[in-house]
């Protein structure tokens, strides 16, 4: 599709609500726009400056949504359950939300290995994420709470004990 009949869907499809879109949020729930892609969030989200929670589980983005986030003031918490395709290269980006202290990950393209290179999220106390119980996975798990001291892990939906 070219770039004129793109930006006219899009229009058609969120322009009255990248119109009403605040600067700043309490929740934001993007879960019922049907077809949530990269395109779609860039349209709504400029006059967004930062957002409690930021509930994007089951959408379509990509990590390139995960860059955008890095433009806001803020996200405490990021709730990507289901996005499946977040994989590890967004991990940059989301070390650059320095202020998240919930992020929930399940069932995206995000491993272990990934989650190793998370480093400067200090205030991260809550981490929800889907992994492959394997023979180096405990050793992966005290490299990661070394990392991130303060944070409760949750692994598979089960937390995880040290």
């Not at 395109?39 to 957002?51: D, Q, S």
């Amino acid at each position: 599709m070219n770039k004129i009949r793109q930006q006219k869907e899009l229009n058609r499809r969120y322009g009255k609500m990248a119109e009403s879109m605040s600067a700043y949020y309490h929740h934001l729930d993007l879960r019922p726009l049907d077809e949530l892609d990269d395109e779609a969030f860039a349209y709504i989200m400029p006059n967004v400056k930062g957002v409690n929670m930021l509930d994007l589980n089951e959408t379509m983005i990509t990590n390139e949504s995960i860059k955008y986030l890095g433009r806001l003031e803020y996200v405490y918490e990021l709730r990507c359950k289901g996005c499946h395709f977040l994989d590890n290269d967004c991990i940059t980006d989301l070390n650059k939300l320095s202020d998240l202290v919930f992020l929930h990950l399940n069932h995206t393209g995000i491993t272990i290995d990934g989650l190793l290179g998370l480093t400067g999220l200090n205030k991260l106390h809550t981490l929800l994420f889907t992994g492959d119980v394997d023979s180096s996975f405990a050793g992966k798990m005290l490299q990661l709470k070394i990392a991130i001291p303060d944070c409760e892990f949750v692994v598979n939906s089960k937390p995880y004990g040290f």
